[in-house]
């Protein structure tokens, strides 16, 4: 058992809860994928505030099983944009199912990705199948999904448009990044700011009603 220390933790009164709880539903509604990024820079400290809250996340055991590669480089960006795209040309073209294309076709997506060099920040999140070591991680999936979550809310909520890119199979980006055998990678999210122009398919989200169930 290690030792404690005192929770660090506030009650609010139910005003002050609505509040908040109202608030951070507004960032959420708010937050749609973006596919055209303004190449303009953003402060990157902003950034790496939000991968720290990102690091904040519960995970299995405490492992923290996660890497964030934060990719600026040009070139790494053009290699990345390169082996996606030969990726996804193989996905459009023939290795995904009619039937996975057919639920694709309202997004209007295809196997160009020019947000992956236009996006002035890339980051890629890895999942540690093992410690370094090789020593056992614990739930890594979920974990590694809590920690995107909370990266994903931190950055809407500080200003910034972000994509959930999953490029598939993407075993090339722990090659271009030089990554260790025991990661792997699990999201590509460009981040930026959205072009001025930017349009989103027109899509909307679940109903309260239609995603609880009380008991
Ligand atoms: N990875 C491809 C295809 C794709 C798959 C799903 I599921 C999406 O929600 C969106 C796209 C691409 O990025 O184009």
Same mark, same amino acid.
């Given at each position: 058992?290690?030792?404690?220390?005192?929770?660090?933790?506030?009650?609010? &009164?139910?005003?002050?809860?609505?509040?908040?709880?109202?608030?951070?539903?507004?960032?959420?509604?708010?937050?749609?994928?973006?596919?055209?990024?303004?190449?303009?820079?953003?402060? @990157?400290?902003?950034?790496?505030?939000?991968?720290?809250?990102?690091?904040?996340?519960?995970?299995?055991?405490?492992?923290?099983?996660?890497?964030?590669? @934060?990719?600026?480089?040009?070139?790494?960006?053009?290699?990345?944009?390169?082996?996606?795209?030969?990726?996804?040309?193989?996905?459009?073209?023939?290795?995904?199912?009619?039937?996975?294309?057919? &639920?694709?076709?309202?997004?209007?997506?295809?196997?160009?990705?020019?947000?992956?060099?236009?996006?002035?920040? @890339?980051?890629?999140?890895?999942?540690?199948?093992t410690?370094?070591?090789?020593a056992r991680h614990y739930?890594?999936?979920?974990?590694?999904?809590?920690?995107?979550?909370?990266?994903?809310?931190?950055?809407?909520?500080?200003?910034?448009?972000?994509?959930?890119?999953?490029?598939?199979?993407?075993?090339?980006?722990?090659?271009?990044?030089?990554?260790?055998?025991?990661?792997?990678?699990?999201? @590509?999210?460009?981040?930026?700011?959205?072009?001025? &122009?930017?349009?989103?398919?027109?899509?909307?989200?679940?109903?309260?009603?239609?995603?609880?169930?009380?008991?």
């Amino acid at each position: 058992m290690t030792a404690t220390v005192p929770l660090a933790f506030e009650r609010l &009164d139910e005003d002050t809860m609505r509040e908040r709880a109202e608030r951070f539903l507004a960032v959420a509604r708010r937050r749609r994928s973006v596919r055209h990024f303004a190449t303009d820079p953003i402060p @990157l400290d902003v950034v790496e505030r939000c991968i720290e809250a990102a690091a904040q996340a519960p995970s299995g055991a405490n492992k923290q099983p996660w890497t964030f590669a @934060l990719v600026t480089d040009p070139e790494i960006k053009r290699r990345i944009r390169q082996a996606a795209e030969a990726e996804e040309r193989e996905f459009y073209g023939g290795r995904a199912p009619q039937s996975w294309l057919d &639920d694709l076709a309202h997004l209007g997506t295809d196997a160009d990705k020019p947000f992956l060099e236009e996006a002035p920040a @890339l980051i890629v999140v890895f999942m540690q199948r093992t410690s370094e070591e090789g020593a056992r991680h614990y739930y890594v999936h979920e974990s590694v999904g809590l920690a995107t979550g909370f990266l994903l809310a931190a950055l809407a909520h500080a200003g910034l448009a972000t994509l959930t890119h999953t490029p598939s199979p993407m075993g090339f980006l722990g090659e271009i990044l030089e990554r260790p055998e025991h990661e792997r990678p699990f999201l @590509l999210i460009p981040v930026g700011y959205p072009t001025p &122009d930017c349009r989103v398919p027109d899509i909307t989200r679940k109903e309260l009603g239609a995603v609880v169930v009380r008991r």
